[in-house]
């Protein structure tokens, strides 16, 4: 199996993760407010100490840790209309954070906020439809959907109305019109578009890579902590030394890239170990690494990777060591993000900015250090 550019378009429609697209974080008030005023006015009714108590529960701020309480005081928000309450309750839903995991919750909630015209939870309930999660599957109520974000300025409809017609998914297969959405969402500076405009490059029959343009497109997308962006970027570097990088850049990415949960950059990993690119050549670390990237990526992951792990299991005579140790690993790195947050924003309000669908409480890494996502 050659190293080959993992540049496979991930976030294919009938998977789309949902995320949580939030009002701006609410920082102008005048003085810092003790957490027993604000559980006060919380108790009052008052919106923004709801949110502010939820998002205090979510990450252990001021007080106990605790998900369930979260999840309360966020419902009690989005019960008196709070749209970003509301996708933030449907995304825990989702997630099973704090409530049990329950899909046709999560878009009774998701509706409710897009009946407000929301654009992120119009995106959201079309990941759903798109999947038929908890609704029955429409995918052209999903297109409609994200038409409508995309109308309201959403870069992230735009960016998944291109992979619509990149893939034709409800729509003809449809290379220039899926460029052209791709590009609305890049100069709204989404970096899913701007992800997608640089697999479409690398991917789209008969083109020719500008491979200078897709580093800086997967740069911008990175930059973000997009994690498929993190990941492209570093396979990129690999393939191409002559690009402008650090030492160790590329390795780095796909380190930090396995290390938040994509499958990809471990079996990357194991393969550069295998062959002794970058990484010291070692036949027990790249099975090691293989191994990781099977249980990260289950099916998928075991599909592409099995023969190459069957090949590689005659020369490692301590199989089963290895697969403990990878079992070991996976449990130092359970998560798998979609988004990494590589700023210093501390919104006081929705601390998660967007993590992949899971069932597991979140981290330490999805809490005090990720924000909310701005809106387009």
Known sequence: MPLRTF?????????????????????????????????SKAAQGFVKQELELAADYLVGRGVPKDLTQSAYWYRKAADQGN??????????YTAGIGVPQDKAEAAKWYRRAASSNYPGAKVNLAALYMRGDGVKQDVQEALRLLKSAADKGDGRADAFLGMASYQGTG??????????????????????????????DANEPGRVPDIAGEARLLRLSADTGYLPAIHDLGLLLVNHPGLPQAPQEATNLLLFAAGVGAW????????????????????????????????QGGSAAETYLHPELRRMAKSVTDTASVDQEAAEWLQMHPHHDLFVLRNELNPKYFPIREVYATAHAPTEDNEAGNQAEQPN
């Open 264 to 295: 990809e950059s471990s079996a990357a990993l194991g393969l550069l170990a295998r062959d002794g690119r970058l990484l010291p050549k070692d036949q027990r670390a790249a099975y090691r690494w293989l191994r990781i990237a099977v249980l």
């Open 171 to 200: 729509v003809p297969v449809d290379f220039a019109a899926a460029e052209a959405w791709f590009n609305k969402g890049v100069k709204r500076r989404n970096p899913e578009a701007e992800c997608f405009l640089a697999e479409l």
């Open 7 to 39: 540049f496979i378009l991930r976030s294919h429609l009938t998977s789309l993760a949902v995320t949580l697209c939030l009002l701006p974080a609410m920082s102008t008030m005048a003085k810092l407010v003790g957490i027993a005023e604000i559980q």
């Open 83 to 92: 749209p970003a309450a509301q996708v933030y309750l449907g995304y825990m």
